[in-house]
């Protein structure tokens, strides 16, 4: 069964069932642990996995290496695929992220550069892994009164440890539109001064209290580019544990081709037509975004939409691939 989301990272819940409803169960979870046919995946200080060091694939560990490599690592559940259950270890200070590494014939990767190398099941549980350790190691006191906390319902709670208080917290996702503006033929993209030069992409920014999906996009543009949107429509979203995000993305039409570039955001941001894309792409002045990104997937979808043109084909012909 196939993904109908395109984007890198998604689909995850036709391979794993998170089992949320045992998560609580610390038997069911302590005997999951040591099944011989458990999977350990490691992430260490910065966020980096441990793949296989001659293969584009994750060094998985088995009950047994866990228990004698890291029995003291945090350890957290992350589901079960295909019968088989699924951890995550988080490395702390006390352990040789280097040692591991050679103990373990592995390497370390982010998740940018594995995103583009690792089959998409195991790219997608690297990403499930990198947010919740995120989180966890972000979450050292309670937001209420400040008290230290405490890890439970197997790494996807926090539980203050103030008796007077005793709240949980849960697990933050910070929501984040991303879109496709077109206007009579003509796709909008901006560029950040820090990007590689000639590289562009879609428009994007946090949701605010109190708004709705469909008017960010519209302050959004409004701020980045003063251009104006009236229709808004969604396309599909992307996990971006980056450190903690969620990209939602969408198409829009503007109400006029008027650019006043507003909030600073942007070094630049114009119109391009499908053929002004091809131009650029084959000269070698235009960068898109990267291939992991559901901006790349927007793009790429209006112009197949537009022009009947692959964009993995024009890429791979441009002199900056």
């Keep these: 069964m196939a993904s109908t989301n395109p984007n890198t990272f998604a689909g995850l819940s036709l391979l794993l069932d998170r089992v949320s409803e045992q998560r609580d169960n610390a038997d069911w979870v302590a005997a999951k642990e040591r099944s011989p046919d458990a999977h350990y995946i490691l992430i260490d200080l910065a966020g980096d996995a441990f793949l296989q060091r001659d293969e584009e694939r994750l060094r998985w560990l088995n009950a047994d290496e866990r228990e004698r490599l890291l029995p003291d690592a945090s350890c957290s559940l992350l589901g079960i ?3 088989e259950p699924y951890f995550m270890l988080l490395l702390d200070d006390s352990h040789d992220a280097a040692a591991l590494e050679s103990a373990l014939h592995a390497r370390r990767m982010g998740l940018r550069e594995a995103g583009l190398l690792l ?45 007077a208080c005793g709240r949980l917290h849960f697990p933050r996702t910070d929501a984040a539109i ?70 939602i993305g969408f198409t829009a039409s503007a109400l006029s081709p008027d650019i006043h570039l507003r909030d600073g955001e942007l070094e630049d941001a114009r119109w391009f037509t499908p053929q002004q894309i091809v131009d650029g792409l ?32 024009l890429v791979a012909r441009s002199p900056r691939r």
């Design 282 to 313: 084959a000269d070698g002045s235009l960068a898109t975004p990267p291939k992991l990104s559901v901006s790349y997937q927007l793009l790429s979808h209006w112009l197949l939409e537009r022009a009947g043109l692959d964009l993995g084909a």
């Design 178 to 247: 991303i879109v496709i503006v077109e206007y009579q033929g003509a796709c909008l993209l901006g560029r950040q001064a820090v990007w590689p030069p000639g590289r562009y992409s879609t428009l994007a920014g946090f949701i605010e209290p109190g708004e709705a999906l469909e008017d960010a996009v519209r302050r959004e543009v409004a701020e980045e580019s003063g251009v104006i949107v009236g229709d808004v429509h969604y396309y599909s979203s992307q996990p971006w544990p980056m450190p903690a995000s969620l990209m």
């Design 81 to 83: 695929a295909n019968g």
């Design 119 to 163: 089959p998409a099941d195991e790219a997608s549980l690297f990403a499930y892994a990198k947010g919740l350790a995120h989180w966890q190691r972000e979450t050292r006191c309670c937001a209420y009164c400040g008290s230290p906390v405490q890890r439970v319902s197997s790494g996807h709670r926090m539980h203050c440890t103030n008796p």
